[in-house]
Nanobody, 119 residues
């Protein structure tokens, strides 16, 4: 079993910052890419940022320059530093990890953490 647990969400005023964390635990093989996605009410889940095992990053245009994704492989943890938050960043944020075990790659999701940005 593999578990992804997010933390760090909450309520913040526009212009503020939050740092999300996602810990991967359980029977882990090799963690490949990790990422953050978000889903606002009435909208589809969308990519926020991803990071490869080689630390190559990719961001949605809407968060470039404001959000930073990073990972600590020793701790099996991925982070999302969110600065200059806007009300439109309000959503449930989900952590995602692609893990290779026994020659097969599996995709795992966390349960989500709520981020609310007030204007």
């Amino acid at each position: 079993q593999v578990h992804l647990v997010e933390s760090g969400g909450g309520l913040v005023q526009a212009g503020g910052s939050l740092r999300l964390s996602c810990l991967v635990s359980g029977t882990i093989g090799s963690i490949n890419a990790m990422g953050w996605y978000r889903q606002a009410p009435g909208k589809q889940r969308e990519l926020v940022a991803t990071i490869t095992s080689g630390t190559i990053t990719n961001y949605a245009d809407s968060v470039k320059g404001r959000f930073t994704i990073s990972r600590d492989n020793a701790k099996n943890t991925v982070y999302l530093q969110m600065n200059s938050l806007k009300p439109e960043d309000t959503a449930v944020y989900y952590c995602n990890a692609k893990i290779t075990k026994g020659g097969l790659t599996y995709v795992y999701w966390g349960q989500g953490t709520q981020v609310t940005v007030s204007s």
